[in-house]
Nanobody
Framework: QAQLVESGGGLVQTGGSLRLSCVASRAALNDNSMAWFRQDPGKDRELVGILGKGGSKYYADSVEGRFTISVDNAKNTMYLQMDNVKSEDTAMYFC????????????????WGKGTQVTVSS
């Protein structure tokens, strides 16, 4: 099972920016679609975005135009750049793997990390 480690969370003001990182094995990045999802206690997980094996990307409507997924293969790291954050972006953020893009779209992840907390203050 892929080992994933998220970092970069913290406290940010509304309208500010934050960049999350997800360190994964090279095999995880090469063999899977990668995703970011978020979850608040007591709520369902919410898919944030997907990075496909071929580089294609998907973003949830709630973050489209504000969040950007990228990858640095030399560092085995996927990033989530969060700009113009809103209070509703407050959540624990996780990176995850899926063997298939379609599985990621259905939030059916194979592995995920322990998450990093993002708190947006007004």
């Amino acid at each position: 099972q892929a080992q994933l480690v998220e970092s970069g969370g913290g406290l940010v003001q509304t309208g500010g920016s934050l960049r999350l990182s997800c360190v994964a094995s090279r095999a995880a990045l090469n063999d899977n679609s990668m995703a970011w999802f978020r979850q608040d206690p007591g709520k369902d997980r919410e898919l944030v975005g997907i990075l496909g094996k071929g580089g294609s990307k998907y973003y949830a409507d709630s973050v489209e135009g504000r969040f950007t997924i990228s990858v640095d293969n030399a560092k085995n790291t996927m990033y989530l750049q969060m700009d113009n954050v809103k209070s509703e972006d407050t959540a624990m953020y996780f990176c995850a793997t899926c063997r298939l893009w379609s599985a990621c779209r259905l939030s059916k992840f194979d592995a995920w990390g322990k998450g990093t907390q993002v708190t947006v203050s007004s």
